[in-house]
């Protein structure tokens, strides 16, 4: 018996390596395995944010799917060997006035720039270095000064000559990663000898130009406060 359920994708509709299309049908000839095999979903549409977080620059799209075959329930998600990606959901469902962060996520993701204006002052960190992540000028004026670090940490990832110069003295030493990343010299020499062994890191693979996916350096604190852990498919 099909059921209809929710599935949550990178932007460009892959996941875990797999390439998705809206309208397609895809199977697997052998029984779907929890955390190991099979086509996973989410009957409510809430659950998806549990397992797919649209925190800071990961835009998640979210598409209407139908299980079939052998469908096994596994904690809040469902696993099935055949799955059809049905379309994608109208993200104007999503309001700045929801009391769930994740929905106001979404918002910053796919709402309007009057949506933006109001998000920036949001009561979440979370929601405000996503917003920080969409590099409007006027938002990282504000959010430099935040008084949550990473969202700071947010604003110095967007790389702006002026708040790198304030960011570079930050308490937060996830501040300073983040800015050390941006490669500056002027930076890196401030920071060389900084006492946290992360921001040493950086330092160290931006000045010996070592071919590292940095990015991931300074995000690993950023991301660990949020949970963002993903489970499989």
Known sequence: MSM???KAFNADLAYRGFQYEIGKT????EEPVPYISGFYSCENLDDVFIYYKPWANKKVRICEVE???TIIKSNRK?????ITIVKEIDYSIFKVTSKNSYHRMMVVHYGTDEDLDILVTDESSHV????????RTKDLDILVNDDAYVVRAAVAMQGRPQDLDILVNDENPDV????AIQGRPQDLNVLVNDDDYIVRMVVATRKHGTDL?????????????HNTNQNTN
């Open 78 to 82: 469902y696993v099935s060997n055949k």
């Open 67 to 69: 299980l079939d075959g």
């Open 4 to 6: 209809k359920a929710y």
């Open 128 to 135: 405000r270095s996503t917003v920080a992540f969409q590099g």
């Open 213 to 225: 996916d940095v990015r991931t350096i300074a995000l690993y604190k950023l991301r660990k406060i």
């Open 176 to 179: 300073r990663a983040a800015v």
């Open 26 to 29: 895809y199977t697997m000839d």
